[in-house]
């Protein structure tokens, strides 16, 4: 059963920590979206941490350039970007300024605002589909690159807003390797997700994109 939700927001101090740390703080989190259509309410379940400059894995692997610049900080901001041509895909900005270290939001709970949702996601089988995967997550809350760089610490008015929720337990902290990723980046267990938990994503392993002959 899960315990009361804790409304009070998560303050700039969170965010500016080291990124395995928030990672792993982020599980059990109510992730607020706000929109013109109604008001979204997600309890986060499923985390990517990326280590930037230091990890072959980041998007800030090689530097900063034009994409990547809102991971360099402050903490406490979105980084969201569009991958395949097809989907977005929503991470939380930590670590001291400067760092570009970054979470991604990989799964959660939709715990208010479902039938939203459900009009965003109409191929959800069930409920525990609506955001289940980086993609589907913000496709239900309807984030684009028109929220990158959105302030998570801007208040109750914001369009998205991150609250103390409901902390998941140490011992229902699991870890393993990060979905999809290649290389020396694949191996390290920076994936971090609620044990038992019906929304978490299936893990896959990298797998090289062939080319056509």
């Known amino acids: 059963m899960i315990a009361a939700i804790d409304r009070t927001p998560l303050v700039r101090e969170f965010f500016d920590r080291p990124v395995l740390d928030v990672a792993r703080d982020l599980l059990g989190r ?37 994409r990547n610049a809102v991971m360099f900080g402050p903490p406490g901001h979105t980084y969201v970007y569009f991958t395949y041509g097809m989907w977005h895909c929503m991470n939380v900005v930590c670590g001291p300024e400067g760092r570009a270290s970054g979470v991604l939001l990989r799964a959660g709970e939709i715990i208010e605002g479902a039938d939203l949702a459900r009009k965003r996601r109409p191929s959800a089988r069930n409920d525990r589909e609506l955001a289940k995967g980086p993609a589907r997550l913000a496709t239900s809350l309807d984030v684009d690159r028109t929220l990158n760089g959105a302030d998570l610490c801007a208040g109750p008015d914001a369009p998205l807003q991150l609250l103390a929720g409901t902390p998941c337990p140490p011992d229902r902290v699991r870890s393993g390797p990060r979905t999809g990723v290649a290389g020396e980046g694949g191996v390290h267990p920076w994936r971090f997700w609620i044990d038992g938990d019906p929304t978490v994503s299936p893990y896959r392993p990298h797998t090289p994109r062939r080319r056509r002959t």
């Open 30 to 66: 109510s992730l607020v979206r706000r929109a013109p259509e109604g008001t979204i309410e997600l309890r986060l379940t499923e985390v990517e941490a990326y280590a930037g400059e230091s990890d072959p894995g980041s998007h800030a692997y090689r530097g900063r350039t034009q």
